[in-house]
């Protein structure tokens, strides 16, 4: 059985791109759930399903600047609980410090759709 759920949630957040420099990105969630009816005839409990995976996103990625971890133009460490990182894009380089818990590494070499889906 195939559970489809449009506009779960929106995740707000911004992200490095080589070509235009720093951009913010808003993307409407759809989750599709695989699996077989339980006893009550339910894939899974709706109102569960909403609060676990929007808290998943509110604390991975959620109001976040998204860095593409394998991209050649990032350079970036942690350093006493601060992120510190340059970015060479086509636009300029960019330079910053951020606290920890305000940068996501998303484990690609661009941030798009398919990647922040992948991380998630």
Do not use: W
């Not at 409407?28 to 109102?47: Q, R, T, W």
């Amino acid at each position: 059985m195939i559970l489809f759920v449009r506009d779960l949630t929106v995740i707000d957040f911004s992200y490095l791109c080589e070509m235009r420099g720093m951009l913010g990105e808003s993307y409407i969630v759809d989750v599709e759930l695989h699996g077989d009816l339980d006893d009550v005839s339910m894939v899974l409990d709706f109102s569960n399903v909403k609060k676990v995976i929007k808290k998943a996103i509110d604390q991975l990625v959620d109001h976040k600047l998204a860095l593409p971890a394998q991209s050649a133009a990032l350079q970036s460490g942690i350093s006493a609980s601060t992120h510190v990182l340059r970015f060479e894009s086509q636009r300029g380089v960019i330079q910053m410090a951020a606290p920890e818990q305000a940068v996501v590494a998303i484990p690609a070499a661009k941030i798009d759709e398919h990647s922040v889906s992948d991380y998630l």
